[in-house]
Each structure stands twice: as structure tokens, then as C-alpha cells.
């Protein structure tokens, strides 16, 4: 018998990969004991991919990079996968047929929290995941939802900023690994001059 694992899912976009995503996934890993964060990039549609010039394969290498040199984090690529807009629900109804063993907790900023009642078969994904959520200034983070609410330090960053910034030339060091912004600008990612 296999030793349940407690997993935790940080989704998202990950164009780039910053700072904050591995300060949200450590620090969660460690204050709610879990045995490993997957970063689950999802799968952005051809047509919407074009707002940045940057492939899957990109988005994966930079995650590979952002995550490297840590033993409990990993990348679940499932959503990329499928190849269509996948709902939280479908995908963890998966991941837990693929692995009935673990215990799967899904991580959202203190923003997705006021929009969880209008997630996809809410009801249903509370049964399967426990979310476990960061506050976010400026929001209520309030929810009838069982939530699990983790104190970190509060990060104001954001990929579309950062996107923002290297198309302005302007420096982004310490906001990503500096593996990654060799790789932009080897790449010639997100417009950098």
C-alpha cells in the first residue's frame, strides 16, 4: 500500500514563471505540510497564445527552470495535454483517477476566492480537493466555502507586469530567476528590446 501523498496544485498561465508563484508554492508547501506543490500550467488556446510570442515549450522550459534545484516541486503538464479549456473539475477528477492514493489540495489567491461560487461543479470539486487559498489585498477573501486561508508574505507581482517591463526594457532581476531571464532574452520573449 502506497503511502497517501498530500499534493498540492498551483495552476495557472505561468508567461513567465515569477518569484511569486515559488514563494506562494514553498511557503505553502511548508506551513501546511504537504509532501509536494505541481505546477499545472494550462493549456492557452492557439488563438489567445498570439497576445505573447511565447510557445507551450517555452512556458514548460521556464517552469523547468523556476523549479529547479527543488525536490518537492514538480510539473503537472495534464491540462497542456488535453489541448482544450480544461475546468478545474474535469482535471482533478482525473488526477485523482490516475492517482486514488493522494490527497490533492488546490491552491488560489485570496482573489479567486470571492469567484469560487461561480467555479465549474463547485459543489462536486470541494468533495475531491481541499483549496487551500493566500490573502490578497484588496480583496474580501470571505467564503461559505472550506476554505484553508495560509498567512505568507505579500507579494504584489504579477506575469502580465513583468511582461510589461521587459517589453519596456526595463529590469526585472529578482523577479524571476536569473536562468529565466537568460532564456527571454535569449528567446527574445515578451517583446524584449
Known amino acids: 500500500m502506497m503511502n497517501m501523498k498530500k499534493i498540492g496544485i498551483l495552476g495557472g498561465t505561468f508567461d513567465p514563471p515569477h518569484i511569486g508563484h515559488l514563494i506562494i508554492a514553498d511557503q505553502i508547501l511548508h506551513k501546511c505540510g504537504l509532501d509536494e506543490i505541481r505546477f499545472m500550467p494550462n493549456y492557452i488556446p492557439p488563438h489567445k497564445e498570439k497576445q505573447t510570442n511565447t510557445t507551450v515549450k517555452?512556458?514548460?522550459?521556464?517552469?523547468?527552470?523556476?523549479?529547479?534545484?527543488?525536490?518537492?516541486?514538480?510539473?503537472?503538464?495534464?491540462?497542456?495535454?488535453?489541448?482544450?479549456?480544461?475546468?478545474?473539475?474535469?482535471?482533478?477528477?482525473?488526477?485523482?483517477?490516475?492517482?486514488?492514493?493522494?490527497?490533492?489540495?488546490?491552491?488560489?489567491?485570496?482573489?479567486?476566492?470571492?469567484?469560487?461560487?461561480?467555479?465549474?461543479?463547485?459543489?462536486?470539486?470541494?468533495?475531491?480537493?481541499?483549496?487551500?487559498?493566500?490573502?490578497?489585498?484588496?480583496?474580501?477573501?470571505?467564503?461559505?466555502?472550506?476554505?484553508?486561508?495560509?498567512?505568507?508574505?505579500?507579494?504584489?507581482?504579477?506575469?502580465?507586469?513583468?511582461?510589461?517591463?521587459?517589453?519596456n526594457g526595463e529590469s526585472v532581476k529578482y523577479l524571476l530567476k536569473d536562468s529565466i531571464i537568460q532564456y527571454i532574452e535569449e528567446n527574445g520573449l515578451y517583446g524584449k528590446r
Do not use: C, N
Not at 491552491?107 to 483549496?131: A, C, N, S, T
Not at 484553508?148 to 507581482?157: A, Q, S
Open 58 to 167: 517555452d512556458r514548460l522550459h521556464m517552469l523547468e527552470l523556476a523549479i529547479e534545484g527543488h525536490d518537492r516541486f514538480k510539473i503537472e503538464t495534464i491540462e497542456l495535454e488535453r489541448k482544450e479549456k480544461s475546468y478545474t473539475y474535469d482535471t482533478m477528477v482525473i488526477l485523482k483517477e490516475k492517482e486514488p492514493d493522494h490527497q490533492f489540495f488546490f491552491l488560489i489567491g485570496g482573489d479567486m476566492v470571492d469567484y469560487l461560487p461561480k467555479w465549474h461543479r463547485i459543489d462536486e470539486l470541494m468533495e475531491i480537493v481541499q483549496f487551500i487559498a493566500v490573502h490578497r489585498p484588496t480583496y474580501e477573501g470571505k467564503t461559505e466555502y472550506p476554505v484553508k486561508f495560509v498567512d505568507i508574505p505579500e507579494i504584489h507581482l504579477s506575469s502580465s507586469v513583468i511582461r510589461q517591463k521587459i517589453g
